[in-house]
């Protein structure tokens, strides 16, 4: 194999596996977009359902719901399952694929909150209840700061911040009651849970799942990653074609290249074709860009003069050896 094409062939390699480290680093990253927008999708449709306690009757409008603010196609692309805090199906969409209807939902633990400022705080006393049996929760938390156990809690007593207190204490008597209490616990926001997103393979066609929930509900809401496909492949696709393009480009650029780079050493094999008995004068011209190549220009053309010199000692020795010899010849004959 001729030298230039190795060393084209060799750019070529180098260039083609940094492309395709690329073009690999480019699609994942594409895709690993394509599922963090999907999954911001999935969170701005679960907030809509999450954000307060929803009446059990309200999920058998949540299709019509969601037709009308995402669309008639909604129902192809977009499914979701709502259970309640026993992990009992309340609603399933028709469009639902079953084999993601069968998963149990992951459990799914609380989201942290700086400050809650409506929340009783007697999460530890309602450990192992169900968020239906509340009245616990409101006792729990009067009977928790209720120091002096008159029924009521004072701004002395409450240990979360002043204004919380002040929203809390509706008539502004100075004193929080059971019944506040009640009301304040009725206006929390549910608590929120941390979601769980997962990508499933089904009988039609892949789909992103997120797994969200409160403290009363869980959704399992899932979105057919079809149009995602069929971006990625469109990138797939432009890329492939890209990269055979590239490929040809730095080909020929790595041909043409290398015959740059090897120009020097075609010179010096055409000088040393012309150098003869006749031409031993030939030098190779000086390379001043080619740092590398310039000594071995020096040295090639130091040879070319040693050379030079003892052909021409040789010719002088011959011709005065012809001419000592000429008399003695004469004399013979």
Do not use: C
Request: without cysteine.
């Amino acid at each position: 194999m001729a030298f230039r094409l190795r060393i084209a062939l060799l750019s070529l390699a180098i260039s083609g596996v940094l492309l395709v480290g690329f073009g690999i680093f480019f699609l994942t990253t594409i895709q690993s977009v394509g599922l963090e927008r999907v999954d911001r999708e999935i969170r701005a449709v679960a907030a809509s359902q999450l954000r307060s306690r929803q009446p059990p009757g309200r999920w058998r409008n949540v299709e019509r719901s969601l037709r009308f603010v995402y669309g008639d196609e909604s129902s192809a692309r977009l499914a979701i399952q709502v259970r309640d805090a026993r992990r009992e199906i309340l609603f399933t969409s028709p469009s639902f694929p079953s084999e993601i209807g069968s998963l149990t939902p992951p459990e799914l633990p609380f989201r942290s909150r700086p400050t809650d400022r409506a929340d009783t705080g007697s999460d530890a006393v309602n450990e192992g209840r169900n968020p239906g049996d509340r009245p616990s929760r409101v006792e729990g938390f009067v009977a928790r700061l209720d120091a002096d156990a008159d029924g009521r809690v004072s701004i002395e007593e409450f240990d979360g911040p002043p204004g919380d207190f002040a929203e809390l204490d509706a008539d502004g008597d100075g004193y929080m009651t059971r019944t506040e209490a009640t009301v304040a616990e009725r206006l929390r926001p549910p608590r929120p849970r941390e979601a769980v997103f997962r990508t499933v393979k089904t009988s039609t066609g892949e789909w992103r799942i997120g797994f969200l929930g409160n403290e009363y509900i869980y959704l399992t809401i899932g979105v057919n990653l079809a149009d995602l496909s069929q971006e990625a492949s469109r990138f797939r696709q432009a890329f492939l074609l890209g990269t055979m393009l590239a490929l040809l480009v730095l080909a020929a650029a790595g041909w043409w290249l290398a015959g740059r780079a090897l120009r020097p050493v075609a010179l010096l094999t055409r000088t040393a074709e012309r150098v003869t008995a006749g031409g031993l004068d030939q030098r190779v011209p000086e390379v001043a860009a080619d740092r590398e190549l310039r000594r071995l220009v020096e040295v090639i053309n130091s040879m070319l003069e040693r050379l030079e010199r003892s052909f021409a000692q040789a010719e002088r020795f011959s011709s005065d050896a012809a001419h000592e010899l000429q008399t003695p010849l004469t004399v013979l004959q």
